[in-house]
């Protein structure tokens, strides 16, 4: 099932200069950076630091380049991770990563998401949640969850309409498939500390699953795909 895309309005064109302005523009004393209704066209590489702020995009679309969320002091014993990364209603066609940060959550709520390369890794961030209401899905080209150890992570796809999904070296609190489809799954060297639950969701592809455990799994009307293949579980 496919997602409507989400609608420009009055959208701003701006390129990838004008887009590092703005959030320039923010002073330290401002903790939440929002930016709504632009058309961003990047190139090459933009840098954004979560370490003293959050960032909430809604109705925008990114185009080219890549979008590289960092924070140098997550190893900070004394940082706090209430700072959140969202977006709300955007398009997003550039290369995205998220990795070395320290986040309460990472939020996707309804967007439509072609990246070649979308990478969530090497993090620790207490809720990591895509999501579309009833009715709607929101698409993901290619999603790759990797390195994420903190060991307090929930995980939750809502709605979604994902093509390929690859989780490798994670720990996970908890995880959630609901009313989602995948072409393909595939999990590598994974822990489900508490519950992973795949609730009126399929798989159209391939569900490979390798050296990962499971503490308690659900699954409930359910579709398991063409070609399941479980090893060393």
Do not use: W
């Not at 002091?73 to 004394?78: L, R, S």
């Not at 809720?127 to 969850?145: C, D, H, K, P, V």
């Not at 072409?183 to 569900?207: M, P, R, W, Y």
């Amino acid at each position: 099932m496919k997602s409507e895309t989400p609608i420009s309005i009055d959208q701003i064109k701006i390129d990838k200069s004008a887009f590092e302005n703005l959030l320039d523009v923010f002073t330290d004393k401002i903790s939440v950076v929002e930016l709504k209704n632009y058309e961003i066209h990047l190139s090459g590489t933009v840098n954004i630091d979560v370490f003293n702020k959050s960032y909430k995009f809604e109705n925008c679309t990114f185009i080219n380049g890549r979008i590289d969320f960092y924070d140098f002091h997550y190893k900070n014993e004394n940082k706090v991770d209430f700072h959140t990364v969202e977006f709300q209603d955007c398009e997003i066609q550039s290369d995205l990563y998220i990795k070395d940060c320290k986040l309460y959550k990472v939020n996707f709520g309804t967007c439509k998401i072609s990246s070649k390369n979308f990478h969530i890794s090497s993090s620790e961030i207490t809720y990591i949640r895509f999501n579309a209401s009833a009715g709607n899905y929101m698409e993901i080209q290619n999603l790759n969850l990797h390195q994420l150890n903190d060991k307090k992570t929930i995980v939750e796809f809502t709605h979604c309409d994902i093509g390929h999904l690859f989780l490798k070296n994670c720990d996970f609190k908890k995880t959630f498939f609901v009313s989602t489809i995948t072409a393909d799954l595939e999990i590598t060297a994974c822990n489900f500390l508490e519950e992973f639950v795949f609730s009126k969701s399929s798989i159209g592809q391939i569900f490979k699953i390798q050296k990962t455990s499971f503490h308690t799994s659900t699954f409930f009307k359910a579709n398991l795909g063409l070609l399941t293949d479980f090893r060393n579980c």
